[in-house]
């Protein structure tokens, strides 16, 4: 009797690491796009506009990430030619999470004048 107890103890023990285990592993199976591709994309230009934008991961990364989409503001906060871009991206599954969001800070000052230099 006492062995069959130790016996049944260790068996829902290792049952309960293997499912624990196998939770881990599909946590790790499921990839979220990071808005730096959005942010990384919007660097490359020699020149900003202050507005929006926005767009899914398809165009970006075809097949990749799907139901997933991203908005980007861009605002001109120098007067110099200096702007923040707020990448904001958002799981259209479940639309009650929170976006993930990336700032980042860009010079170009070939752009045309925004909100900071009043259109001068």
Not at 29 to 40: C, H, Q, S, T, Y
Request: aromatic residues 10%; contains cysteine.
């Amino acid at each position: 009797m006492v062995a069959c107890t130790i016996f049944f103890m260790v068996a829902f023990a290792i049952m309960e690491l293997v499912t624990r285990s196998l939770k881990a592993a599909k946590a790790l199976e499921m990839r979220e796009p990071d808005p730096g591709i959005i942010l990384a994309s919007i660097s490359l230009s020699n020149s900003l506009e202050e507005g929006s934008m926005s767009g899914t991961y398809e165009d970006v990364a075809e097949g990749m990430y799907p139901g997933y989409r991203w908005e980007a503001f861009l605002d001109e906060v120098g007067s110099n030619g200096l702007y923040e871009v707020k990448v904001l991206s958002y799981n259209e599954r479940r639309h009650s999470e929170n976006p993930v969001v990336v700032v980042g800070q860009f010079w170009r000052p070939m752009s045309k004048p925004g909100a900071a230099t009043k259109g001068r």
